[in-house]
């Protein structure tokens, strides 16, 4: 059966669980959520996912949501992405890190400067948010010297979390050329067969 | 062996591991991290966590680091804690969810107001992440409303993780009395055999 994610193309978490979808081979199409109308905190939605988010998995009679748990049942399902079973904490670790430290900010710095318009952009909450991507940016770039991936030897779900919300071109305080490590681990992603661009992978909210 | 985790008092994350370890009744010690005096940063203390972070959980030859893994670890070693099987993907969805939308911010709140001295504090982007965290707080109220636990009937990783800052006194924009629904949660927590308040469970870096 197919599955449905409910996603759009500007969220760096409906990002991970659909390029994992994608890239573990599954069958799934995405469902358009028209965010920035107010999509996301509709009734309707909410039945969906209180919390009011993207994304959100539909398997049959399974629903899911946050980016993480989606992820992990995509290891589960398929045997993919998960690294080996020694590799199962430290792969965890990762994406509690983003989730914690990088994208949480990152996302948010992201939509305060290009999804607000800008009488309305919190100056200081901005500057002092792209002050502690800095400190997250320069653990990631120093992980990643010497290692071609963030755990093991291969492409996990801990990649696909943390290189989110770096693949997107709208300026919030991230640049590759800053990061060297990081650069080329983006570009290794990049080159993994079957990746795609979030844009290519989901409906923007906003016009292209 | 008698498992050790580094942490100090003042540490929401630490709390969350160290109360998971007290209430799975793991054999543990804390090992005190000066934290404010830069004990986290220091050559010997980032090999231990090039994150430069507590809590870091030492049980003979493994080593872990993020809460989120700690407990997962503690819930695979000892079978608690971890809610039924069926569970396991929504016990993860709200460590996932405390770690992105609530603790995240609550953690660096309680920080700015509590341990920066008052001409440092930045008032604009506390005031922003206090906004954010009311959001966060309503939706754990909601989900609350009607229910023990966070999942199923019992107390699992997912309560220790959402609960670990919201048993601190200092104040951060979080009132008990505002959100009847936590509230009630937090009585059902402390008066679990065995809780504990993070300073009787570890050492503080700051003067009690």
Same mark, same amino acid.
């Given at each position: ?62 629903? $899911?949501? /946050?980016?993480?748990?989606? &992820?992990?049942? @995509?290891?589960?399902?398929? *045997? #993919? =992405? ?33 999804? $607000?318009? /800008?009488?309305?952009?919190? &100056?200081?909450? @901005?500057?002092?948010?792209? *002050? #502690? =991507? ?75």
């Amino acid at each position: 059966m197919t599955m449905q994610l409910y996603c759009f193309g500007e969220s760096g978490n409906a990002y991970k669980a659909a390029l994992t979808l994608e890239l573990a081979g599954v069958d799934w199409q995405p469902v358009f959520v028209d965010f920035f109308k107010g999509a996301a905190r509709s009734d309707a939605f909410k039945t969906l996912n209180p919390m009011g988010e993207v994304p959100v998995l539909i398997d049959g009679d399974v629903k $899911l949501t /946050q980016s993480g748990v989606i &992820q992990q049942y @995509i290891v589960d399902k398929t *045997g #993919r =992405l998960g690294g080996t079973e020694d590799d199962k904490y430290e792969v965890l670790r990762w994406v509690l890190w983003d989730n914690h430290k990088m994208s949480s900010q990152a996302g948010v710095a992201r939509f305060l400067l290009n999804f $607000l318009p /800008q009488e309305k952009r919190p &100056q200081e909450a @901005i500057a002092f948010l792209q *002050g #502690r =991507l800095k400190a997250a940016y320069a653990v990631l770039n120093d992980h990643l010297d010497g290692r071609d991936w963030i755990v093991g030897d291969a492409l996990t779900v801990a990649d696909i979390s943390c290189c989110s919300y770096l693949f997107y071109d709208e300026p919030f305080g991230f640049d590759r050329k800053d990061w060297p490590h990081i650069d080329a681990w983006l570009a290794r992603i990049s080159e993994t067969p079957g990746w795609k661009h979030p844009y290519d992978l989901m409906q923007r909210a906003l016009g292209a």
